[in-house]
């Protein structure tokens, strides 16, 4: 029956979503209206000649996947020293907006596709904890004299609690962005709730249905076929789950625009050189951001994939841009 009052629905959503105007984001506003896996479905085809971007270069689509991993695997270990570095920071509160925004509640289930180091899957569980322990402390307050039902229904949700425990899993198609992560989970002592999975955001190991919220924060520009990944995580995510995506996108001040330029070009390659060894990598990231859609195409996209309610916020001037959309 919920099925088909879905199916009934979703084509009336549709067009009210394309009826909708968007508005110009600003600076923090919304445009337009989230192991033993089994194998997901196949999208492999024949590719034949055809040819894609590697950020400013144009190379066949089998030969980008190969290079991306690589600059990847080059990176790893200095991977989070340099997003300090290049962001001056500010990509820890970039972050944060979108556990913010996000606002996630004990027992959901959260997948962040190339999310190798765990920065968005620590900061879920960290959120998800004090969540919980501020209704405790809630809990406590109202139970300053409990009568033996108060006892009863606060051990009874406390059960509930442990069953519905929430779940993050790390999916990344690079070992070695994984293995870093690994390793800062175990030197913080987080193992509980959290999951380790290699896999390709365009050919998810899961089945359908999965996640409450899907998540992916500066992994979508570097893959080959985005709406293709897009699509999958329609299909992992549940009937009313949430897909969010951060990512770098088109600065919205000309002032800033021509600043951001200058700095990315001539500062982020050096300090990939200083910091990491590694002057092409970082080359490739800078060129890569001016290749990806804008805040409406990506919108669209987005939309175009299937998901309903699509919007999304700017942040930093649209240095950056949280996309945002659910599931039916």
């Known amino acids: 029956m919920a099925a088909s009052v879905r199916l009934l629905v979703r084509p009336a959503l549709r067009l009210s979503d394309r009826n909708i105007n968007p508005v110009a984001s600003g600076a923090s506003g919304f445009s337009g209206c989230c192991c033993g896996w089994p194998s997901a479905r196949c999208f492999s085809d024949a590719v034949g000649d055809r040819s894609t971007h590697f950020g400013f270069e144009t190379v066949p689509e089998t030969e980008k996947s190969k290079r991306v991993y690589k600059v990847f695997e080059n990176v790893a270990q200095k991977y989070d020293l340099m997003n300090d570095a290049m962001s001056l920071g500010i990509h820890r509160l970039w972050k944060d907006t ?41 809990g406590a307050r109202s139970m300053q004299t409990p009568s033996w039902q108060d006892i009863s ?35 913080m002592g987080i193992s509980a709730g959290l999951s380790w999975v290699v896999g390709d955001a365009e050919e998810l190991p899961f089945d359908d249905d999965q996640f409450d919220i899907y998540t992916i924060a500066f992994g979508i520009r570097n893959v080959t076929h985005i709406d293709q990944a897009l699509q999958e995580a329609l299909r992992v995510l549940k009937p009313g789950g949430r897909f969010m995506c951060l990512e770098f996108s088109k600065v919205t001040n000309p002032v800033l625009a021509r600043l951001y330029d200058a700095y990315s070009f ?19 990231l800078v060129e ?17 994939a299937g998901f309903y309610c699509v919007q ?9 841009a949280l996309h945002s959309g659910f599931k039916l």
């Not at 993050?168 to 992560?181: H, R, S």
């Not at 999304?312 to 950056?320: A, F, K």
């Open 288 to 304: 890569s951001i001016r290749k990806f859609p804008d805040q409406e195409e990506f919108k669209q996209m987005i939309d175009d």
């Open 153 to 187: 229904s606060n051990y009874s949700r406390e059960n509930e609690d442990r069953l519905q425990e929430s779940k993050a899993v790390v999916c990344d198609i690079n070992k070695e962005m994984l293995k870093v992560g690994k390793q800062k989970a175990d030197s």
């Open 312 to 320: 999304y916020y700017n942040l930093t001037g649209g240095v950056v």
């Open 98 to 138: 979108l556990l913010h925004v996000m606002h996630p509640q004990p027992g959901v289930r959260l997948l962040d596709v190339a999310g190798g180091t765990g920065d968005i899957a620590f900061r879920f569980l960290e959120y998800i904890r004090f969540q919980q322990e501020w209704q405790k402390r809630g």
């Open 266 to 284: 001539q500062m982020i390659p050096v300090l990939g050189e200083v910091i990491a060894g590694d002057w092409k990598s970082y080359q490739y």
